[in-house]
Structures are given as C-alpha cells and as structure tokens.
C-alpha cells in the first residue's frame, strides 16, 4: 500500500516527515545526536585534584629543597651580631653571603667586607637552647637556610691583605707591602690603628688577614697575632663576600656580587 508522503513547494519530501522516519541528516536526528554526544562527555572520566593534606605537605617539601639548593649553592643569610663593622653594617642587620663565588673560583682580596667560621678562640662559646622542640626547629630551619646559622660561630671582617702580602700599622697608618691603605669605610671618630700599632706581618699562603671597620671596636687579626695562623684566617673557613643587607629595609644595601 502508497503511503502519499506530504511535499514542500518545489516537491521535496518535509523535514518532519523526513525525521519521523529516521531520514539521515534530519534536524531530529542533529539534535539527539549532539545530546548523546554531550552525555559521553559528560560521564568522561576526569582528573581529581589531590586533597588539600596532600598537596600541603608536598608544597612545603618542595620549598625546603629549593631553600636548601638556595643555601648551598646561592646565598646564605648572617645575622650581625656586634658593633665591629659599624657604620657599614649595624648589629642586627642581616647580610646576604654570595656562596657561589668561592665555588666558581673567586678568591677574597683586600677591600672585600667578608663571612668567616671562627677559626678558633675568637668567639666565645655560644648558649645551647634547653628546650628540645624549640632547639630541633631551629636547627631544621638553621640546616635549610631559612634562619641564620644555628651555632652563629661565624664572624664578618673586612679583608685588609691576603696571602704573601705584608700588613703593618704605625700611628694612624696601615700599610699593605709598603703603600698607604686608604681606608674611606672606616668608623667616624676612628683612624687605621685605633691605637693599636703592629707588623710588619707576612700572612701566610692561603689565609688573608681581616679588620672591622669599627677599628676601636673589633677583636680581629690584630688581636689574634699570637692564635693560630698569627692572626690570619684560613681561606678555607671564608664562607664568601658580603653582598647586600637584606634586613631591616632602612637599611637596604648591595656591595655587589663580589663585595665590591
């Protein structure tokens, strides 16, 4: 049996028709099509992101590594202790030590204010914390470079002469090898020796010879001519040059990258 199916002007069968029988292409058919494809889409399986108790503590095991990269290989921060550098650094200042220029073949050279582990008797020994979290704390934030060092056994001088080279004060004049050391850094009110004449002193092959720039107020090599080394600090215990106070922000300063 004919079924006579309805036409449009020019003769062509209607869409509606068309779509109720499933006729490809039809307007019907597009819009199931694209709501089955939504649905597909939409049951998809998808990335969860991690909890919070998870991201947290991987988050904060990431920032350790990159402090701990930073302290080795970059820079570590030192807390001034004393007056000895005054006016150049104040105690309580914190100092930005450039660990990277020992490692790629910087060597320190007169002029450069300088970090250095005591070489021995020139700090007394330092207070140990009695409680044992706090103590454990501050010696994991101390390991990664986030405080200063734990044991604080670390002195800043300025480097006057390094090895091979002859030191001597006289009156108000320190001479390296024979020349006259001008010294503008020094502290107001104070002259070269600070009344403290000595030398002439060789300093040994690989040690460098260091003063404070508050020179009245400095326990440095001049003090310690009859220690180890005659005064003279092992290149090796020199953590690297200062290169900037980093705190407190009134009194922000960059030496560059060598102390200079």
Not at 5 to 13: H, I, K, Y
């Amino acid at each position: 049996m004919a079924v006579n199916l309805p036409e449009t002007p020019s003769g062509a069968p209607s869409d509606s028709a068309s779509n109720a029988h499933g006729v490809p292409g039809g307007r019907a058919e597009a819009r199931r099509q694209a709501r089955g494809s939504r649905g597909r889409q939409a049951r998809r399986p998808g990335r969860r992101p991690a909890p919070w108790w998870i991201e947290l503590p991987v988050m904060a095991a990431i920032g350790l590594v990159v402090a701990l990269l930073i302290k080795t290989c970059l820079f570590q921060v030192f807390t001034i202790p004393s007056g000895s550098m005054e006016n150049t650094l104040r105690i309580g200042d914190r100092v930005g030590v450039n660990k990277l220029a020992p490692l790629t073949g910087w060597e320190p050279e007169p002029g450069q204010p300088v970090v250095f582990k005591d070489p021995g008797g020139w700090l007394p020994p330092q207070p140990t914390d009695p409680n044992p979290f706090t103590n454990a704390v501050s010696s994991a934030l101390s390991f990664v470079g986030l405080v200063p060092p734990k044991d604080d056994n670390y002195l800043v001088k300025r480097v006057i002469a390094t090895g091979g080279q002859t030191v001597q004060c006289e009156g108000t004049t320190l001479t390296v090898d024979g020349r006259k050391v001008d010294e503008p850094y020094l502290h107001p009110g104070d002259d070269s020796c600070a009344g403290l004449d000595f030398g002439p002193v060789k300093v040994p092959s690989g040690y460098v010879w260091v003063e404070g720039d508050h020179r009245s107020d400095s326990s440095d090599s001049r003090y310690h001519r009859y220690g180890p080394g005659g005064g003279a600090v092992p290149v090796d215990n020199v953590v690297g040059p200062v290169s900037a106070v980093v705190w407190p922000l009134n009194h922000l300063d960059w030496f560059g990258w060598t102390g200079r």
